[in-house]
């Protein structure tokens, strides 16, 4: 049933993050035309500054549009008219909580890839070359090889964790609001909630990271003392060694897994109580 | 008859105000209940208990023995007094939705009540007019070969031609074993189809009878007697 309730928790988002995939199109094209007339004519200033504008605008527009989705996706779609199709579903509430975590995954890695797509895109087109999709590749491998494979399974895990913190504050948040202790207001007083508990976990997994450097990127002594040495630097020949290395630190690393860890047991407790919220405590009301 | 319904000592709240009082009711399969009181009796607070959308109550809520969650849902065909799908599904998606998540709904019975109240299988909830809006819904509710109807307030806000169309509808889909509650305040438009019927006043319940018990004891209509009952005068 999760699998069912994914594929229609996927479907009915779709109308909030789409706009977003379409805004992330927009914004790398004005971009793209911003860096051409750019280099191909300076009398076109004005012009440049209207698309530079743009671009910044639509930057914010994402941002916003993104974080509009997000609450879409697990608030409204949960609350209010919407409870009555959710609720009356012949699911258990973990598979709600399931479902509405694995669809927001879903987004997140569909836009970071679009975002990346696209952005791969406007550097072969600014850079007139096929070579830019085969210097980003080797980029990618290079990058890849310097990090050791439990550094980046623990990158990995991290991103995760902060993820899941995220969505499962929002939930809970919103299952609090909406049950019989709160009878009005809820939208004000979940946003205000919310960031009281946001920051007050932000402080306690702030309090692990201080001072711990997670990696280094060493940029090698010729190339800063002597930046000309680029000129003629072919990573692809020469390899990325040359202009810098990755140093990565095992203690930032496990200071990353144990907040990691910690960020996962304070998510299973939020998810706890949203299910307890909604099997005790809910109250849908229009 | 099994009661697939059993409800004892249920008090619920909002806040300060006490909506339901110490309600104990037993239902039958097979019957048409009428589930009867003015606006603020209680009425849809009881259906949103039963239907799973208020979990906080005390007293005892028993759907065929078991407490509201995941197998009392599967067994209730709720038709809210509310538009409650966004504005953008259509037939084809609700179709969908049900399709995967209920297993006792039929789709071709949905097809044949769309083709019956006139509505079409593409057409957005934004471009139909509040009848058509609840004919789509009604039409979802009675497609689903449910055990338990709770049907809130279908005939209110709707024309006479159309609650005969309603009230028909219903009781040409729904199977014979199946307990239908209908809450309503219009009781004179109901009262032919009602098997039970239960006043609800001030959230305690007043009464609860079988209807021709009822008129039998009292030498009266089920409409004459709510109306007493709620002190309501004749128009």
Avoid at chain 1, 34 to 59: D, Y
Avoid at chain 1, 273 to 280: A, M
Wanted: glycine share 6%; proline share 2%.
């Amino acid at each position: 049933m999760v699998g069912k309730l994914i594929k229609h928790e996927f479907l009915d988002s779709r109308k909030s993050f789409m706009p977003v995939i379409g805004l992330i199109f927009g914004s790398t094209l004005v971009l793209t035309i911003f860096v051409k007339t750019s280099l191909q004519n300076n009398s076109m200033a004005f012009v440049n500054s209207i698309l530079l504008l743009i671009f910044f605008g639509m930057s914010v527009a994402i941002a916003v549009m993104s974080l509009m989705a997000m609450i879409d996706l697990l608030y409204k779609s949960i609350y209010n008219k919407n409870g009555y199709r959710l609720f009356t579903l012949p699911v258990k509430s973990w598979e709600i909580v399931a479902a509405k975590i694995i669809v927001t995954f879903i987004w997140g890695i569909i836009i970071g890839l679009i975002t990346f797509i696209t952005f791969t895109i406007f550097l072969v087109i600014v850079t007139n070359g096929a070579d830019t999709v085969k210097l980003i590749g080797s980029l990618m491998s290079y990058v890849i090889s310097e990090l050791e494979l439990r550094f980046i399974a623990a990158s990995l895990i991290s991103f995760i964790s902060s993820n899941i913190i995220t969505i499962t504050i929002l939930l809970f948040v919103g299952s609090m609001m909406n049950s019989a202790y709160v009878q009005n207001r809820r939208g004000l007083k979940t946003f205000i909630l919310y960031l009281v508990i946001t920051s007050i976990v932000t402080r306690i997994t702030a309090g692990f990271t201080l001072n711990q450097n997670i990696l280094d990127i060493i940029f090698q002594e010729t190339v800063i003392i002597n930046p000309g040495i680029l000129e003629g630097f072919d990573p692809l020949v020469d390899g990325w060694h040359h202009l810098f290395t990755i140093n990565t630190w095992v203690d930032g690393m496990q200071v990353m897994l144990k907040v990691a860890f910690l960020e996962l047991i304070i998510s299973g407790l939020f998810v706890f109580g949203t299910i307890w919220f909604w099997d005790n405590k809910l109250e849908v009301i229009d | 008859m099994n009661n697939i319904i059993e409800i004892k000592h249920l008090n619920k709240n909002y806040g300060k105000y006490d909506i339901l009082k110490d309600v104990n009711l037993n239902l039958d399969q097979g019957k048409i209940v009428g589930l009867c009181g003015p606006n603020g009796a209680g009425k849809t607070t009881l259906i949103k208990i039963l239907s799973g959308l208020l979990r906080a109550y005390e007293g005892e809520v028993l759907v065929d023995g078991q407490p509201i969650g995941k197998n009392s849902k599967a067994l209730i065909s709720y038709l809210p007094d509310i538009h409650y799908f966004d504005d953008s599904i259509t037939a084809k998606k609700a179709d969908s939705l049900y399709k995967d998540m209920y297993a006792d709904y039929d789709s071709q019975i949905f097809l044949e009540l769309l083709e019956k109240m006139k509505l079409d299988y593409d057409q957005p909830l934004k471009k139909m007019s509040k009848g058509m809006k609840e004919k789509f819904q009604l039409a979802l509710c009675l497609s689903r070969q449910a055990e338990i109807y709770l049907i809130d307030e279908p005939i209110a806000g709707v024309d006479p031609a159309s609650r005969d169309l309603i009230i028909e509808t219903i009781l040409g889909t729904y199977h014979e074993d199946a307990l239908i509650i209908i809450s309503t305040h219009l009781i004179q438009d109901i009262e032919a189809v009602l098997d039970e019927v239960i006043f609800l006043k001030e959230g305690e319940v007043m009464l609860h009878e079988n209807c021709d018990e009822l008129r039998e004891r009292t030498g009266q209509s089920v409409n004459e007697v709510f109306r007493e009952v709620f002190r309501w005068s004749e128009n």
